[in-house]
């Protein structure tokens, strides 16, 4: 859960889950053992926010996340107000990261631009320097040249390292062998099962017998494909459900679909 700052809360907050949008006060103790104070650290928006009108008390600030921008006319008017050099820093998510053109802007920053590239996920690669190089051209789009300054505990990584060079086709030459060694998409096709359940032992054996269905299945109808699982999802758990799954790779869509519609006819899947 991710905690978002409140003045008005006894607790000075509150934490909150963006995936299944659970919220409640931030506990002033644990709550598992009743002993120790729940300690708040990291890097959101909001820390970002306050480190600038420390470091620059007089410049005029404004955050666009997801708790400041209710409304579509509320991201509309913070725009116009930047572009109209009413405000002279911009922070957010990555709602600002993309297709915003603003000839002025002359400085642009990336906080913890890896985030992305540790999570269990073949394209975290590319997904990072998309994000990068996206941010960069948010500057430098008027007569004088940008600036691009990136903060990141991986500064070797090559995701960063060719983001940083503007290098998209030697980044993509290299992804690209990467995935055909590893018959990752788009050499591939890819497809993921899913099992959830509130009960963790249950929801590992509802995962094992499908796979050992789908192992049985492949082999029976003679088809090139392989399987990567049971393992637990990126996010293990939401809204109270374990969650674990099993990949499928095939040389083309047709196949995996071909395997998926067996599944369906033998009702051991549903949407």
Do not use: W
């Amino acid at each position: 859960m991710v905690f978002h700052k409140d003045a008005s809360l006894p607790t000075g907050g509150y934490v909150h889950c963006h995936h299944c949008t659970a919220k409640q006060l931030l506990p002033k103790i644990c709550p598992k053992c009743n002993q120790h104070k729940v300690t708040v650290f990291g890097l959101g928006v909001q820390r970002v926010e306050e480190e600038l009108q420390r470091k620059f008390p007089t410049a005029r600030v404004l955050r666009m996340d997801s708790d400041s921008m209710r409304t579509a006319r509320d991201y509309h008017d913070s725009l116009e107000a930047f572009r109209a050099g009413q405000i002279d820093i911009l922070t957010g998510t990555q709602m600002i990261a993309k297709g915003l053109d603003f000839p002025n802007v002359r400085l642009v920053g990336v906080i913890s631009a890896d985030t992305s590239l540790h999570l269990p996920d073949f394209r975290s690669s590319e997904r990072t320097f998309q994000l990068i190089a996206q941010v960069a051209g948010r500057t430098g789009r008027g007569r004088d040249p940008g600036i691009v300054v990136v903060q990141t505990f991986n500064p070797h990584d090559p995701a960063i390292v060719m983001a940083s060079q503007h290098n998209y086709e030697g980044f993509a030459a290299r992804e690209l062998s990467i995935r055909a060694n590893m018959k990752l998409p788009p050499v591939s096709r890819m497809a993921r099962i899913v099992v959830r359940d509130k009960d963790h032992p249950k929801c590992y054996e509802q995962a094992r017998a499908l796979s050992n269905q789908l192992s049985q299945t492949i082999e029976s109808m003679k088809l090139p494909v392989r399987l990567r699982g049971p393992a637990p999802c990126p996010l293990a758990r939401v809204a109270d459900y374990f969650r674990m799954q099993i990949e499928i790779f095939g040389p083309d869509a047709a196949t995996i679909q071909k395997l998926l519609t067996a599944l369906r006819n033998a009702r051991m899947l549903k949407s």
